[in-house]
Nanobody
Framework: QLQASGGGSVQPGGSLRLSCAASGSTLNYYAVGWFRQAPGKEREAVGCISGADSTTTYVDSAKGRFTISIDFDKTSVWLQMDNLKPEDTAVYYC?????????????????WGQGTQVTVSS
């Protein structure tokens, strides 16, 4: 099971750090992806980290602003978001699936956290 937390409201240019905590197992053999869904839009990938080797991959809109990391025990994954923009406003979800490689396809993920709201507004 996954539990996402850390959302909130910030002004443009601000930062937030989201957490995705795993319970029941470690993430050594899982890929963990961060996705977001804005009102009226489909869920889209933000980035992903491989629990096997901590390799990260980001979508273009996240590169240079967002950083995904995993803790030493491989029980938690974080999404550090800097220089936030109003268009980053969405509910953010973490997902996991058994595999070493990252994927931006939401349907391959079979475990999801409950989502946490991120609002970027002045």
């Amino acid at each position: 099971q996954l539990q996402a937390s850390g959302g909130g409201s910030v002004q443009p240019g601000g930062s937030l750090r989201l957490s995705c905590a795993a319970s029941g197992s470690t993430l050594n053999y899982y890929a963990v992806g961060w996705f977001r869904q804005a009102p009226g839009k489909e869920r889209e990938a933000v980035g992903c980290i491989s629990g096997a080797d901590s390799t990260t991959t980001y979508v273009d809109s996240a590169k240079g602003r967002f950083t995904i990391s995993i803790d030493f025990d491989k029980t938690s994954v974080w999404l550090q978001m800097d220089n936030l923009k109003p268009e980053d406003t969405a509910v953010y979800y973490c997902g996991a699936y058994w595999g070493a490689s990252c994927s931006f396809t939401s349907r391959v993920y079979d475990s999801w956290g409950q989502g946490t709201q991120v609002t970027v507004s002045s």
